[in-house]
């Protein structure tokens, strides 16, 4: 865990606070304790709270507590960082099958866009008993890089296990990754777009609905053609009208809207699955 990024990364950016919110306070072999961006309190976190907290949410699938460093991290601090995750990821297994409660916990293999530290996070994981794999970790700055980390992997994947790419969801990826065999993918990217007015377009160019171009677009449908509830019931000019206003309904509508498209596409994807066309 790093509050430092000097360059992007592929999953994006730490945010940086002026004061002391969400502070990591130390990562110790026990667990990570950090400020609370909400009170200030100091809150304690380990493998095992991580599993309880997530059996409480009634989480389908449980992600264990893990260390994400950014790419630019030494290379001792990875390979530390990896076999501190590893033995985390044994104690939330552990923790979880106590009351497996018929969730499921992925791996998660780390290791960056080093082939070698990937291999081995691989190895080691698929040597317990998880109900899926998922791909995490720095997966570099461009997509070129998760392209070559996932094209590596690929042919070493378990195929009996379910595979989850983590933080990726842009539409543009998707198309890229499943070829490799990524089956769920998991990102806040199709609903942070919406809400800040980004609208998602089959086969074109996103519509930017902030711009004064579509100010008087109150007899166009907000993507023509899409069954979206938003999409048969709004207009450009309206949505248009409510981000320009800071209007809360706007967040929600570019938000149901990105979801209908990734449901949509997640859709077809498997249709051409099951087609053999993919």
């Not at 074109?204 to 166009?220: A, H, M, P, Q, T």
């Amino acid at each position: 865990m790093s509050n430092t990024l000097p360059q992007k990364e592929l999953k994006g950016s730490v945010v940086k606070y002026s004061d002391d919110r969400a502070k990591v306070l130390s990562v110790k072999e026990e667990g990570v304790t950090f400020i609370s961006y909400r009170d200030g309190k100091h809150i304690h976190l380990t493998p095992e709270s991580s599993v309880h907290a997530q059996k409480d949410l009634g989480a389908d699938i449980i992600i264990p507590l893990d260390i994400l460093l950014p790419q630019h991290a030494t290379p001792k601090k990875r390979i530390e960082a990896l076999h501190r995750t590893h033995r985390w990821e044994a104690r939330s297994l552990r923790e979880h099958i106590k009351n497996p409660k018929n969730q499921a916990m992925y791996a998660v293999i780390h290791g960056g866009t080093d082939e070698q530290l990937r291999e081995l996070s691989l190895k080691y994981l698929c040597s317990l008993p998880f109900s899926g794999i998922a791909i995490g970790g720095s997966l570099g700055s461009t997509k070129t890089e998760m392209n070559q980390v996932l094209s590596f992997m690929s042919p070493r994947l378990p195929p009996n296990l379910p595979i989850h790419l983590l933080g990726i969801g842009d539409p543009e990826s998707i198309d890229s990754v499943v070829r490799f065999g990524i089956d769920t993918l998991d990102s806040a990217f199709p609903t942070r777009l919406g809400r800040h007015g980004t609208i998602f377009v089959d086969g074109g160019v996103n519509l930017i609905l902030k711009r004064s171009e579509y100010k008087r677009d109150f007899d166009k449908p907000l993507v023509p053609g899409c069954t979206c509830p938003v999409c048969k019931t709004y207009s450009r000019g309206y949505v248009h009208h409510l981000l320009k206003a800071q209007e809360p309904l706007a967040k929600t509508l570019g938000s149901i809207h990105n979801l209908h498209f990734m449901f949509e596409k997640m859709r077809v994807i498997r249709e051409m699955i099951l087609n053999d066309d993919l």
